[in-house]
């Protein structure tokens, strides 16, 4: 297969930096959209890709799952999109289509492995492996392309693509409505997307943090009220009363406080630990027939019904836009939680 090469920022060891790299891309074939990235967001995952701390990261990563950009070209069979057109590209390239769960439009739970955006094994140049979007082209299969609403401002759509659909997908999937009393732990890139989801969407939204800083923020991007969870009489006052809660905390950490706050039949959805999670009290969930879900991004189907939501109701993530150059210092940054609440990389910076 003919390739071209484009210029890309990666890490070509857990313990290097990351540096201005040469990488190939496909031709654009039949089904294919080729895209002119403007910009793309900086994932906590990027991190944990490029510095290996989940093992199994392929050298050299070169990260980003949150691209938005022009269609540059497109291949004969493509009827979704035009050159021209805003578009973007999320957490996965290509799943099988054919499991049942790519028939249910769950492509991220593909039975035969989604290829996901960067750091899967590349279908389409053997002995490869997908190559993300801090680059300044891409070449994606149509089917996982979105259509970008262009109302929405176009740098601060791009962490839509993670973390919006991330936080979405479970508020919609467990049907959070109108007047449900959601909880939200934790103000990062994921719980700022949760609060500003959960509003639109009609709930009561209560911001739970161990950072009372934290609260006015928290009340601009939509929340009603904010419970601090280090104040014992305040997390007492709130027992039993949450009909769901969206639990953003990405790293292992005490479930039984939190628990305590469920009503009964209640669900707490965990969308950002991924790791052993500290022991918990069965009679925590026991007592009240609670239950405790995962979530992982959504599919294409939901991210696109995200994406309209959005453009219909105007929202945003809250950005800081960097040149590539930076990205390594944004980095560092994201680890000491030093970020308001995404980072998102102008890539004219590396043209």
Not at 12 to 22: I, N
Not at 93 to 117: P, R
Not at 135 to 148: K, N
Not at 181 to 190: E, N, P, R, Y
Request: with cysteine.
């Amino acid at each position: 297969m003919t390739t071209t090469t484009v210029k890309a920022y990666g890490a070509t060891a857990a313990t290097e930096d990351l540096k201005p790299l040469d990488i190939q891309r496909r031709a654009t074939g039949k089904d294919d959209i080729k895209i002119d990235i403007t910009y793309c967001g900086v994932c906590h995952s990027d991190i944990h890709m490029a510095r290996d701390d989940w093992k199994g990261a392929s050298y050299p990563v070169v990260p980003g799952h949150e691209i938005i950009g022009r269609v540059l070209e497109i291949g004969a069979n493509v009827s979704t999109h035009k050159v021209g057109d805003l578009v973007g590209v999320g957490c996965m390239v290509d799943s099988c289509q054919t499991c049942s769960s790519c028939q249910q439009d769950l492509e991220q739970f593909c039975e035969n492995g989604a290829t996901f955006t960067y750091n899967s094994p590349d279908k389409h140049i053997e002995g490869k492996q997908t190559f993300g979007g801090y680059s300044t082209s891409v070449v994606v299969d149509e089917r996982f392309v979105l259509r970008i609403p262009e109302n929405l401002d176009e740098a601060a759509t791009a962490p839509l693509l993670c973390a919006g659909v991330t936080t979405w997908s479970p508020l919609t999937h467990w049907k959070v409505k109108k007047g449900d009393k959601v909880g939200v732990i934790g103000l990062g890139g994921l719980g700022h997307m949760g609060v500003k989801f959960a509003n639109a969407l009609g709930a009561h939204v209560v911001m739970i943090t161990t950072s009372p800083e934290k609260g006015k923020d928290a009340k601009r991007l939509g929340a009603h009220e904010v419970l601090v969870s280090k104040d014992q009489a305040e997390m007492k006052k709130h027992q039993g009363s949450f009909d769901f809660i969206l639990n953003t905390i990405p790293v292992g950490h005490e479930m039984d406080p939190y628990l305590g706050l469920l009503k009964i039949d209640a669900t707490m959805v965990l969308v950002g630990a991924i790791e052993p999670l500290a022991p918990f009290s069965g009679g925590n969930i026991i007592m009240g027939r609670k239950r405790i879900a995962g979530s992982l991004i959504g599919g294409i189907k939901e991210t696109q019904e995200m994406l309209d939501f959005c453009g219909k109701h105007n929202i945003t993530s809250d950005i800081e836009l960097i040149d590539m150059q930076n990205i390594n210092t944004a980095y560092d940054r994201i680890l000491k939680n030093d970020v308001t609440y995404r980072f998102v990389i102008d890539m004219k910076s590396l043209k």
